[in-house]
């Protein structure tokens, strides 16, 4: 902010091409660091504080944990890569929450994506995935709202007058944003894939879902397949007893 002050003062001087250049390429630093999630890039990494989330439900062996903000760019392009490792390897996908304080529509959008869960979870993740995929024309609160209106007229669905009267559906929205800061997520996405009775990691963080999210589940597999059985010994076959002969009794005579 310093130096934008200093590049508004009035100068005497006409500006250089190379002071003007500078700037411009200053302003454009600010906006990409705004593309980013939270307080840090997303390449630093996580350092996990509290692995409690870090846990595929009970019964799987491998699931992919995710914390993403429905305004984030980078969560958008993201979005299409897990939704296909979820489609090839058939592992559960836990979608958290975790809102960006200066976004101005993603709370919303998190609610209306909870609103729909509670009609059924495959709907609930289809609008997460259509804002994802749409992100890029949703540029306030008005437009999303559009958009969520198409979004259950194609789904012959009647939308309520007020999507959470009692503030259920926000207070989840915040424990998600909670538990993400208690796990030490600074910046979305968040990706992991974690695992249980690993011979490997229990989790690891893809940084880049487009080239390593799916050789990180191959090897989350390959750690956490049950060791293959010995075949059983086959036995030798009986041989068949010889037949004896009855003995022949002496003619009577």
């Given at each position: 902010m310093?130096?934008?002050?200093?590049?508004?003062?009035?100068?005497?001087?006409?500006?250089?091409?190379t002071r003007l250049f500078f700037g411009l390429a200053a302003a454009l630093l600010v906006a990409a660091a705004g593309a980013h999630a939270q307080f840090a890039t997303p390449s630093a990494g996580t350092q996990v504080l509290d692995t409690t989330a870090l846990h595929p439900p009970a019964g799987a062996r491998v699931a992919i944990v995710e914390f993403a903000d429905m305004e984030c760019p980078a969560c958008a392009?993201?979005?299409?890569?897990?939704?296909?490792a979820v489609a090839q390897y058939k592992i559960p996908w836990i979608r958290h929450d975790f809102i960006i304080p200066y976004h101005t529509w993603s709370p919303i959008a998190a609610l209306n994506a909870?609103?729909?869960d509670s009609i059924s979870k495959a709907l609930g993740g289809e609008y997460r995935d259509q804002v994802f995929a749409n992100q890029s024309s949703i540029y306030n609160p008005d437009q999303l709202?559009?958009?969520?209106?198409?979004?259950?007229?194609e789904h012959k669905i009647k939308l309520p007058f007020a999507m959470d009267p009692q503030g259920k559906l926000a207070d989840a929205i915040k424990a998600d944003s909670e538990l993400g800061r208690r796990t030490g997520i600074t910046a979305t996405p968040a990706i992991f894939v974690v695992t249980s009775n690993s011979k490997g990691a229990p989790f690891i963080e893809v940084?880049?879902?487009d080239t390593q999210l799916f050789q990180v589940i191959d090897q989350a597999l390959a750690d956490t397949a049950s060791p293959a059985k010995p075949a059983p010994k086959a036995t030798p076959a009986k041989k068949p007893a010889a037949k004896v002969a009855p003995a022949q009794t002496p003619a009577a005579k």
């Open positions: 310093f130096h934008f002050i200093c590049l508004a003062r009035p100068v005497f001087a006409p500006p250089s091409r392009y993201a979005n299409p890569f897990v939704k296909a909870r609103w729909f709202r559009q958009f969520t209106q198409k979004f259950a007229d940084q880049h879902a």
